[in-house]
């Protein structure tokens, strides 16, 4: 099981990193290599999407459970199909309003990339270098909505 484990600091509040963060339609605006978002259902903890995502030029498809939800601050997500493993979304309100956001993702590397060690690591090392990028795609778009804020911190 790969794991993955990421922080960021968004100039933008806790509610508005949430809402943008967990809009499944969203997700293509700042999920690297996720290509398409279709039939979203049900809410909350109900809530699941199907998914198109591209590793190592390679497409994957399969299905995003919300399993937990805690809002503004959580969110776990069960994902299944080509790519299979859980998703953690933590998120903290800062004094200054700004949100720090951390997330974890634990996974099977998919099998038709790659069966040896070196492959594995490489193609682990790849998705956090994407994930990361993710991540700033994110704290850009929220920023970017948000500007008041960004102003207050000589962005």
Do not use: C
């Amino acid at each position: 099981m790969a794991h993955i484990a990421l922080e960021t600091t968004i100039t933008a509040p806790i509610g508005a990193v949430f809402a943008v963060l967990r809009t499944p339609a969203r997700r293509p605006e700042w999920m690297t290599n996720l290509h398409d978002v279709r039939n979203v259902t049900g809410q909350d903890v109900d809530e699941s999407w199907e998914y198109t995502y591209t590793m190592l030029g390679r497409p994957f498809t399969g299905k995003i459970y919300v399993r937990e939800l805690e809002v503004p601050s959580y969110m776990k997500l069960e994902v299944t199909g080509g790519i299979a493993g859980s998703q953690e979304w933590r998120l903290t309100g800062a004094p200054d309003g700004t949100t720090v956001l951390r997330f974890t993702f634990d996974y099977a590397v998919p099998l038709t990339l790659g069966g040896t060690l070196a492959d594995k690591l490489f193609i682990e090392r790849q998705n956090e270098r994407q994930l990361r990028t993710a991540l700033e795609n994110l704290k850009n778009l929220v920023e970017h909505e948000h500007p008041a804020l960004t102003q207050g911190h000589g962005a």
